[in-house]
């Protein structure tokens, strides 16, 4: 199956600074990219759609400002959380997913970045 | 809006034993159904799709039950073993390609050896 990598998996800053989370598409190109959101023994919550090339849509409740979303080539996303704070702490998912893959809707997904604010 | 939820948290079995994991969903709308696995600090692993014009696939030691009718999705696995160890989830996508994955709220299997 196509591979999604995503940089880094561990991540631990001080509050008020800002981290940046790759995600990359290693064989495919990846027309659109998912970022979620998990928290212990919890689903994964959808923070944001990005689409290459042009603005991400959020889902409600989650603050663009503070997650900002850049989906500008085909194999690269990331995922800015601006001034975090602990209660950004969580581990954040992205999926990618390309147009030879439409047909089937499958996502392929990264291993995950732990992000600790402490 | 869609609802994707699990009737048990934790399945605890034996090894050699068959597993079930079961999903209900709400949307009649929803037309694929995917399995996935996630262990411990990783992200998802894709285990098996259907889609609404099946009632049943199965993979290796996998199998997947779609009932249209009361909206339940199930994953059977066969002779389980320790390493099937993890959260599973079912989700859900309308229109295939087109709309966003919605995800339940997992079911965590444990694997006594």
């Known amino acids: 199956g196509a591979v999604v990598s995503q940089h880094p998996s561990w991540v631990i800053c001080k509050s008020g600074t800002s981290v940046k989370i790759e995600c990359r598409s290693l064989?495919?190109?990846?027309?659109?990219m998912f970022w979620y959101r998990q928290f212990p023994k919890q689903s994964l919550m959808l923070m944001a759609t990005?689409?290459?090339?042009?603005?991400?849509?959020?889902e409600q409740g989650v603050e663009k400002d503070k997650f900002l979303i850049n989906h500008a080539s085909l194999t690269l996303s990331t995922l800015t959380v601006t001034s975090a704070h602990p209660e950004d702490s969580s581990f954040y998912i992205c999926?990618?997913?390309?147009?030879?893959?439409?047909?089937?809707?499958?996502?392929?997904f990264g291993e995950g970045s732990r992000l600790t604010v402490l | 809006g869609e609802s994707v939820g699990l009737h048990l948290p934790t399945l605890s079995v034996q090894e050699g034993d068959n597993s079930i994991i079961n999903c209900a969903y709400s949307?009649?709308?929803?037309?694929?159904f995917i399995w996935y696995k996630q262990e411990s600090g990783k992200g998802p692993q894709f285990i098996i799709d259907?889609?609404?014009?099946?009632d049943k696939r199965q993979g290796q030691r996998v199998t997947v039950l779609l009932n249209k009718t009361v909206k339940h999705l199930s994953l059977q696995i066969a002779a389980t073993q320790p390493g099937d160890s993890a959260v599973y989830f079912c989700?859900?996508?309308?229109?295939?390609?087109?709309?966003?994955?919605?995800f339940g709220k997992g079911t965590m299997l444990l694997v006594s050896p």
């Open positions: 999926s990618a997913r390309g147009e030879v893959f439409a047909n089937t809707g499958e996502l392929f």
């Open positions: 064989d495919f190109q990846a027309t659109t």
């Open positions: 990005s689409n290459e090339g042009s603005k991400a849509t959020y």
């Open positions: 949307n009649s709308a929803s037309d694929y």
């Open positions: 259907i889609r609404s014009n099946m």
């Open positions: 989700a859900t996508l309308m229109n295939s390609g087109y709309s966003t994955l919605t």
